[in-house]
């Protein structure tokens, strides 16, 4: 409840200022807007300078993942045989 009192008062005391030193406020407005644009440039450019860094590391750093099949098989295999030679050892153990 507090919050929302404070919230409806500072409001109130905005839109008085506003009327008040509405033509101080399109100044420091005319002041403000440009300084923004500038820095909102300067992010965007940056940004986008090291996205595009990015996407040249990936294209260099391609590489050959093409395995031979027979080699994949091997692999398999070898897999296929150290499982049951653990669970041999398992059953020992047991």
């Known amino acids: ?49 090291d996205e595009l860094k990015d996407s040249w590391k990936k294209e260099e750093t391609v590489v050959e993942t093409s395995f031979k099949t027979d080699e994949v098989d091997k692999y398999k295999k070898e897999i296929d045989e150290l499982k049951k030679e653990i669970e041999t050892l398992k059953t020992e153990k047991a």
């Open 1 to 49: 409840m507090k919050t929302l009192i404070g919230g409806a008062v500072a409001a109130v005391l905005g839109i008085i200022g506003l009327s008040i030193w509405f033509s101080e406020f399109l100044q420091l407005l005319a002041g403000a807007v440009p300084i923004m644009l500038l820095l909102g440039g300067g992010l965007a450019i940056y940004l986008g300078f």
